[in-house]
């Protein structure tokens, strides 16, 4: 039986019923002693929990040879699901040329502007050659592709989810069949600071105060690959007199081109202003006002912004806010 690092039984019977698809099974498996194993403990050499498995080969502690984490998962339709925030000792990859991929779900909590996942395949054996891809489980179109060249090297990525969305995380060897190897695989989860999502339209503006500075999120969700342009939009609304008015955009993320309308209650634009610098601050001074319920668009100039990369740490945007003030 494979390694489940997960820490509750429910857990366990969760993965063991995707696995088999069959709760009668798994009260066979866990009869027969099926358990929770912990992963060991990361001692840098990978290799030092000989006292665990016997010899493993620098996979970790965990024996490549009856490794089977989540098996039969070589399919999308047979994908196990993971949490978030947890470590999974998988192991995939056979000389001849079976157990070729391993597929794995997870499915975002139910926060409102949705957040991140970061995405890593690290304690990989020496004779690993790891590639990471996550897709969308709405439309299988592909987010980040992941891959070294490196044996034993670690693959990471990261992506946006949106609210009780699904995405798919595919770890196999690299170009071709090879030997076994182990490998940890952990989805970290942070959510995305926005409290005034969801704002994506003129119809869910949310109020703001004259004069008071709030902070948002540039940072897109979908539940699909591509993102639509209504994903990247934050819509804020309020009460302006009849005259001039002032609508900053400031502190705009290191890697955000800022652009921010301005429009009336009819629909109408009154004003915009957009930069095509990275990092620079947006603002409208708009004139000649006749008054009444105005709305903010702030959102990303000529574009969408980035919602998934391989290899990368997440960038600015989507881990910092924003600041915005109307002023009158
Ligand atoms: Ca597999
Ligand atoms: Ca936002
Ligand atoms: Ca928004």
Redesign the pocket.
């Known amino acids: 039986m494979g390694y489940f690092t997960n820490n509750s039984k429910e857990s366990l019977l969760k993965s063991a019923r995707t696995i088999l698809g069959s709760s009668v099974l798994v009260t066979v498996l866990l009869a027969a002693g099926c358990h929770l194993t912990p992963l060991p403990a990361t001692d840098g050499d990978g290799g030092a929990d000989a006292a665990v498995t016997g010899s493993d080969g620098g996979d970790g502690g965990v024996d490549p040879a009856t490794c089977d984490m989540g098996?039969?998962?070589?399919t999308r339709e047979q994908s196990t699901a993971i949490d978030l925030d947890h470590s999974y000792a998988g192991c995939?990859s056979a000389n001849d040329g079976t157990?070729l991929?391993?597929f794995y779900e997870l499915t975002a909590p139910m926060d409102a502007a949705g957040g991140y996942v970061e995405v890593t395949v690290s304690g990989v054996g020496t004779q690993g050659l790891a590639e990471l891809i996550v897709t969308s489980s709405t439309d299988n179109d592909v987010l980040f592709d992941a891959y070294t060249t490196v044996n034993g090297a670690s693959v990471k990525g990261w992506l946006t989810v949106a609210p009780g969305a699904k995405y798919r995380v595919r770890v196999s060897r690299f170009a071709g069949a090879g030997p076994r190897f182990a490998y940890s695989l952990d989805a970290k989860y942070t959510k995305i600071s926005d409290t005034f999502e969801p704002n994506n339209g003129k119809a869910d503006a949310k109020p703001i105060s004259l004069n008071m500075p709030i902070q948002a999120s540039a940072a897109a969700v979908s539940p699909s690959t591509a993102l639509a342009g209504a994903d990247a939009e934050d819509w804020f609304k309020v009460t302006l007199a009849a005259g001039n008015a002032t609508v900053k955009l400031s502190n705009s993320p290191s890697d955000h081109l800022c652009d921010v309308e301005l429009i009336d209650d009819s629909g109408q634009r009154v004003g915009e202003n957009y930069t095509t610098t990275n990092g620079a601050n947006c603002q409208i001074d708009a004139t000649a006002l006749v008054g009444g319920t105005y709305y903010v668009n702030a959102h990303t100039f000529a574009g969408v912004p980035v919602r998934a990369a391989p290899n990368a740490a997440p960038p600015a945007l989507i881990t910092a806010q924003y600041t915005l003030v109307v002023m009158q």
Request: charged share 50%; aromatic share 0%; proline share 12%.
């Open positions: 098996e039969p998962n070589d995939v157990d991929l391993d």
